[in-house]
């Protein structure tokens, strides 16, 4: 490498150092897409996600992954899914309780107004 392009190539070590520590865990993920990259490449999928188009922009980083680490996102993003449908769930079990509490309470108030 030259000292120019030392300088202005990514790596996922200089990611890493320029990084918030809570997001490290992220760049730990998908750096390696990214370093893979071309210049060209990185430049086109910062423009997608400018643009608004983040499922494209997904798509790209994920197809730059190798097969294990894309099986490993895959699972993890399993898991959130899983522990999302398990939340809804929950909160249509809710509503559903909510919904029945308010039809007895308007039944009874129907009966009563009619006398029964």
């Known amino acids: 490498m030259t ?3 030392s300088k202005t190539a990514l790596t996922l070590e200089g990611m890493l150092d ?3 520590d809570i997001l490290k865990p992220i760049v730990t ?3 390696p897409s990214l370093v893979a990259m071309t210049v060209q490449e ?3 999928w910062l423009e997608m996600l400018i643009m608004g188009k983040d499922d494209e922009a997904w798509k790209v980083l994920l197809k730059k992954m190798s097969n294990a680490d894309l099986l490993q996102a895959w699972k993890d993003k399993e898991k959130e899914w899983q522990a999302a449908n398990v939340k809804n769930v929950a909160r249509v079990d809710v509503q559903k309780q909510a ?3 308010v039809l007895k309470v308007l039944l009874t108030a129907a009966f009563a ?3 029964l």
Do not use: S
């Open 99 to 101: 919904t029945l509490a």
């Open 18 to 20: 320029k990084t918030p």
């Open 3 to 5: 000292d120019e392009t």
């Open 29 to 31: 993920k998908y750096g």
């Open 42 to 44: 990185f430049n086109d």
């Open 113 to 115: 107004m009619v006398g």
